[in-house]
């Protein structure tokens, strides 16, 4: 059974980086789709990036040209490189398949703030 857990967020102030790991505990289909999402405060999860492929991501405009998401399958895991984070990133982060086909992990913590 796969099991997902997220890391790598943090606090950090506007415009500054941070790069999320999503571990899978087992092998993950090279042919799912896997997304990572977002939880902001009060709000509905919301997709941040769709992965069809390795290194092809497709993202909202919220956080196209700052969001670039990436997957090894070697190592099981997906990752989001995040650039010029803003107020408005700021949210729990969530790695899953495109379709949800696994439990949720329990997230990470990204809070952008000045």
């Known amino acids: 059974q796969v099991h997902l857990v997220e890391s790598g967020g943090g606090s950090v102030q506007p415009g500054e980086s941070l790069r999320l790991t999503c571990q899978s505990s087992?092998?993950?289909?090279?042919?799912?789709?896997m997304a990572w999402y977002r939880r902001a405060p009060g709000k509905e999860r919301e997709l941040v990036a769709r992965?069809?492929?390795?290194?092809?991501?497709s993202y909202p405009d919220s956080v196209k040209g700052r969001f670039t998401a990436s997957r090894d399958n070697y190592k099981n895991a997906m990752y989001l490189q995040m650039d010029n984070l803003k107020a408005e990133d700021t949210g729990v982060y969530y790695c899953?398949?495109?379709?949800?086909?696994?439990?949720w992990g329990p997230g990470t913590q990204v809070t952008v703030s000045s």
């Open positions: 087992a092998e993950i289909p090279t042919a799912y789709i």
């Open positions: 899953n398949s495109f379709f949800e086909d696994y439990d």
């Open positions: 992965l069809e492929s390795p290194n092809r991501g």
